[in-house]
């Protein structure tokens, strides 16, 4: 009867073999015969399956003009489109498998039930269980692309309803405790980062280091718009902490991140650096960029980078805090802080609990919101990643949360000697050309003897990098780093 309904052409064949499979697992386990669908819930399950492919052609047609020259140009209606168009496959695909699974329709408008669903149908995962994580995986793609490539502004009871159809779609297939095994094999093992090793790496011009500096001092280097690393400031994130669960040192372990954002599609740049003409960039499964990056020495390098991965997967946040001194501001007065009291002692997000504030600081602190005031960027990928000579706008904190990284930093008023590139390299003019390793000097030869500081990044420490100062990081072990922008 299925073959029936099934057409080769079909964009949707993987939801077929499956509506089989269900069907005759449920028939077998109780009534050990197999009971046919009703020809209603078959000619629901065409007109359903036909809908979703006008649908898919037209949201291969966005996905093109998304992909078409720069990003920066692409019109802000086509981002909306694309995920509103990504909404209703969901729905439509989520509906089919309901009907395949119960025999009924899913009230599609209670959400609730969509999630309860998705949560709570007991999923016979003995069987065909390869196929159906293949469903579920192209349900949980559709949100992930829509949060990444797309513009959304769904809400349901305040959350971003993508986020939350993506968290339950993950959870869902992470569950499965052959989940680790089964994307990464049989042998996962701990990422074993030797910062002894590179202790002895040679640095002449070391930033200035302070331990743990009251909020006023910090001000001090800000105004003063001098870079500064601040030791071990943030161990007391949750993600430092010990997982008694698994018995290992550090709550951000390989397993840990596989069961949070394993299933979840982030994008990878490929490729030693951006200013490489054979970089590229790709959207993977975060499972497949630790297998093939992370687990293997790979080269070209695959680098997640600067990627609101927090935004995507608000879950993560909870192991993080905003640094105090995000609050800080550039201006020239008594230092201004951006929330009231309460809220700055109450927020459990923000990081305060050994810093040292002024009764002075306490009285200027107007109203704001600072988790809106603060980009939180992620930067994770193996040993030798780099992110060539560059400059950003706004003030940014370099947080080292697991891993060593090689920093060198150039004064904005050496700029003329750092060779921007120029607008028409499709490049923006914030990056050097200029290799800093190996320097080409006969291309370049003002670089020569342009001073500059340098640090080691470690794990728990935090590298303070003022407004359009130069810099320069490679990882020289496998590596994660948490960068916060501010204005
Ligand atoms: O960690 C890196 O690779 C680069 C970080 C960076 O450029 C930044 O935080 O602005």
Redo the contacts with the bound molecule.
Sequence with gaps: MYNLIYRASNKVTIILPIIENEQSNQSNRKNNKTKPYSLFTISLIIVIEDIYNIIDYISDFIWEKLNTGLWSNIGVHWRYIYSFINLLKFILMIQLIYIACTNSLLDIFKLNVVINFLKEYPIDFDNDKKKFRQLLLKLLKLCDYSLLMGLTNIFYNGENIYNKLASSLSKYITKDPDYISTVIGNNLQDLIINEQQHLNYCINYQVPILNCPSISQFHQMLIGEEPLVIIKSIIDWPCFQYDSKSNRAMKWNLEYLLNVCGPRTVPIEIGSKYTDEQWTQKLMLFSDFIKDYILDDNNPKG?L??HLLFEQIPELKEDIDIPIYCMCTLSNELIAFKKNKEKFHNNKNLSSSKFNINNNVERNMPEANIEEDVEI?C?F?PAG???PL?F?PKP?L?CQVFGV?Y?RLYHPSTSEKLYHFSKKDLLSDNTSPVDVENPDIDKYPNFIDVPYKETLLKSGDVLY?PPKYW?F???LTS?F?V?F?WE
């Design positions: 680098y980078a600067q960027n930067w990928g990643t780099v992110s560059h950003d940014n370099l990284k920093v990098i810099h990081v490679k990882s590596s780093s960068n922008w």
